[in-house]
């Protein structure tokens, strides 16, 4: 297990998914007031494909730093960077989870409440990603050429300066099965509510991860398929700290020389109001964004690179990962869009910044990505000039 602290389709949606009710205040007399920590991300396991392994289409690449040479796998049937790369869909599995708290007699927070938001997201849906009305570096043009496309093809398109060309990386019709349901022991979870009236939870990350490979083997789900495990406000901790989401990847023991290897993530919706105005861009799709651009780039969760520095303002550390979403944990933009009538709500999604395969390979000049708003080159995160940090202005520094 490793541990990181942060990292055209049509739906018809029904009301009642697309409007969920908002959880009353006194719905629980048991809920303890507490506002919920700091939280990141991580990562848990991973697994190497053997070529003749069943799992996501994916293409393998490999940069050179300091004499050593780094290979990485990412989705699409082709790099970006080929003449001939195309369009990729890969098919969407989501599973909402449903949790009920021994702790607070049995109370629930359920994950298919989110689903139809998070269908009519930018995760899923065409969105205009050339401008932003807000980010973490204010308004402006953020990718051009990036209009009618998902957040995930927008991200990578950028990054290998493909945008307005017939390469594209797609998330296909998501399939939404029916919801897992699961008790939560007292010593594993608790609800509360914050002082905005905002219900989460928290479940103990080692009882959360075995129950959802548990899930993998007795749905059956198609590793050819991304999964998306799904949640309303349930963060996972443990003793390193609390995360909002994880991604990995499992390579089944049988097969018979061709072994699924699943890729899925664990995401929870984030309530408007649930975090601070401190870090304003928890809300939503946000843990989705981030999840699903690094799963885009690091499937099965095995692309190291050299111990990398990152510091986002708000904290720092180092990556021996390729994971694109940690370095700008909490950096981020709006598009516009959002139904949800709750409060505290903005009318727009949120969705993070993520860094570029150059930055980690210590490009300079980057050649790879879609240069800056600017026209001066060097883009090595999505938001370009509008992310205003100094270590995003040139490749990540070693630690």
Request: glycine fraction near 10%; proline fraction near 8%; hydrophobic fraction near 40%.
């Amino acid at each position: 297990m490793r541990h990181r602290f942060g990292r055209v389709l049509v739906f018809a949606v029904t009301a009642a998914l697309l409007f969920p009710a908002a959880a009353a205040a006194d719905s629980d007399p048991h809920l303890q007031v507490r506002d919920p920590e700091l939280a990141g991300y991580t990562t848990m396991g991973g697994a190497t494909p053997l070529a003749t392994d069943t799992t996501i289409p994916h293409w393998h690449g490999q940069f050179a730093k300091d004499g050593v040479t780094y290979g990485y796998n990412m989705v699409g049937n082709e790099d970006p960077r080929s003449p001939s790369a195309g369009a990729t869909v890969v098919p969407v599995d989501i599973i909402p989870l449903r949790f009920a708290f021994e702790a607070n007699n049995g109370f629930a927070l359920d994950g298919t409440n989110e689903v139809g938001l998070t269908l009519a997201s930018p995760i899923f849906q065409p969105t205009d990603f050339s401008s932003t009305p807000h980010s973490f570096g204010g308004a402006g043009p953020l990718s051009s050429g990036n209009v009618g496309v998902q957040y995930a093809d927008a991200v990578m398109r950028s990054q290998f300066n493909k945008t307005g060309t017939g390469y594209h990386l797609m998330l296909g019709t998501p399939n939404v099965l029916p919801t897992q349901s699961f008790s939560v022991p007292t010593p594993k979870g608790t609800a509360f509510i914050n002082r905005n009236g905002i219900i989460f939870g928290t479940v103990d990350t080692v009882w959360l991860l075995t129950r959802i490979q548990q899930m993998v083997g007795q749905l059956s789900l198609d590793p050819t398929h991304l999964a998306i495990f799904l949640t309303d406000n349930v963060i996972v901790i443990d003793r390193y700290g609390w995360y909002l989401g994880f991604h990995s990847a499992d390579r089944a023991a049988v097969g018979n020389g061709a072994q699924p290897v699943h890729t899925y993530i664990y995401a929870t919706y984030l309530q408007a109001g649930l975090f601070s105005e401190f870090v304003e861009n928890d809300k939503d799709v946000h843990t989705l964004s981030h999840e699903v651009a690094e799963w885009a780039a690091d499937p099965f969760v095995d692309n190291t690179i050299a111990p990398t520095y990152w510091n986002d303002g708000f904290g720092a550390g180092c990556l021996n990962l390729l994971e694109v979403g940690d370095p700008a944990l909490f950096l981020g933009f709006d598009v516009a869009g959002n139904p949800d009538p709750r409060p505290y709500t903005t009318g727009t999604w949120h969705l993070q910044d993520e860094v570029f395969l150059p930055w980690f390979s210590g490009e300079w000049p980057n050649v790879t990505a879609q240069s800056r708003q600017s026209g001066t080159g060097r883009r090595y995160t999505f938001m370009g000039d509008l992310d205003p940090l100094p270590i995003f202005r040139a490749p990540a520094p070693q630690c």
